[in-house]
C-alpha cells in the first residue's frame, strides 16, 4: 500500500523562476495539504485541497497556488521564487470523513539560488 | 490555537527513556494532544494521540495530567534509531480538514 508519493526528490531553480512540485496521496485519502519547513524549524501550513478547491489557507502570499486533480493528486506551484523560498516542502493527505489522521511524504527540498 | 512551549533539544542515551514535557495552559475542550517524528529529510511521522489521562501503544506512552495543561511524551529504552525532532501540537487534530499547527520540536540526539 503506497503511502504519499512527491516528485522530484529534490530542485534546484533561479530567482524569479516559477516552480511545480507534485504530490500523490496515500490510497484511499482524498485531502491533500501542502507544508513548507525552512532549515531548523517545523513545518508551515501553506493550504489543504479537497474535492478540487482550496479549503483553508495559511499565512503565504499569492505566488503559491495549488490544483487538486479529480484523481486526489495535487500539485503546489510557488512562482517568481525568492531565495527565501528554499525549503523542504511537505505533502500530506487525509481522508476528510474518516479519523485516519494524516501520512505525511518525504518532501522535496527546494534550492532557489 | 493553543500554543505549545516544548524543550529545544534533549539528550540521552541508549537504553534509557526519555521523557518530553510539552506545556499547553490554552488547551481548548475539544483540542486533542498530538505527537510526531521526523528524521531529517523524511516528512513527520505520527507518534501518539490522547485527550486526557494516559495513552499507550507500541511506540510510546502519552501522559496527560487532569488540567490538561500539558502533557509528556515517554519514549522507553531509546535506541540510536530514535535520534529526532519531537513535534507536540494541540488543536483539534482528529477532524481531517483541520490543518496542523507546528512548533519548533524537540531535538532528541541518543548517544551510544
Known amino acids: 500500500d503506497a503511502g504519499v508519493t512527491q516528485s522530484p526528490t529534490h530542485l534546484i531553480k533561479t530567482r524569479g523562476q516559477q516552480v511545480t512540485l507534485r504530490c500523490s496521496p496515500k490510497?484511499?485519502?482524498?485531502?491533500v495539504s501542502w507544508y513548507q519547513q525552512a532549515l531548523g524549524q517545523g513545518p508551515q501550513f501553506i493550504f489543504q485541497?479537497?474535492?478540487?478547491?482550496?479549503?483553508q489557507r495559511g499565512n503565504f502570499p499569492d505566488r503559491f497556488s495549488g490544483h487538486q486533480f479529480p484523481n486526489y493528486s495535487s500539485e503546489l506551484n510557488v512562482n517568481a521564487l525568492l531565495l527565501g523560498d528554499s525549503a523542504l516542502y511537505l505533502c500530506?493527505?487525509?481522508?476528510?470523513?474518516?479519523?485516519?489522521?494524516?501520512?505525511f511524504g518525504s518532501g522535496t527540498r527546494l534550492t532557489v539560488v | 490555537l493553543a500554543k505549545t512551549t516544548q524543550p529545544i533539544s534533549m539528550d540521552s542515551y541508549e537504553g534509557q527513556e526519555v521523557n518530553i514535557t510539552c506545556s499547553h495552559n490554552?488547551?481548548?475542550?475539544?483540542?486533542?494532544i498530538t505527537w510526531y517524528q521526523q528524521f531529517p529529510s523524511q516528512g513527520p511521522r505520527f507518534i501518539i494521540q490522547?485527550?486526557?489521562t494516559k495513552v499507550t501503544n507500541e511506540v510510546a506512552s502519552l501522559f496527560i495530567p487532569a488540567d490538561r495543561k500539558s502533557s509528556t511524551l515517554s519514549l522507553p529504552r531509546v535506541s540510536l534509531s530514535d535520534t529526532a525532532v519531537y513535534y507536540c501540537?494541540?488543536?483539534?487534530?482528529?477532524?481531517?480538514?483541520?490543518?496542523?499547527?507546528f512548533g519548533g520540536g524537540t531535538r532528541v540526539l541518543v548517544k551510544p
Open positions: 490554552n488547551i481548548a475542550t475539544n483540542d486533542y
Open positions: 501540537l494541540v488543536g483539534d487534530t482528529v477532524a481531517a480538514g483541520n490543518k496542523l499547527t
Open positions: 485541497y479537497y474535492e478540487e478547491e482550496e479549503r
Open positions: 500530506a493527505s487525509s481522508l476528510r470523513l474518516g479519523s485516519d489522521g494524516y501520512t
Open positions: 490522547g485527550y486526557k
Open positions: 490510497s484511499g485519502h482524498d485531502t
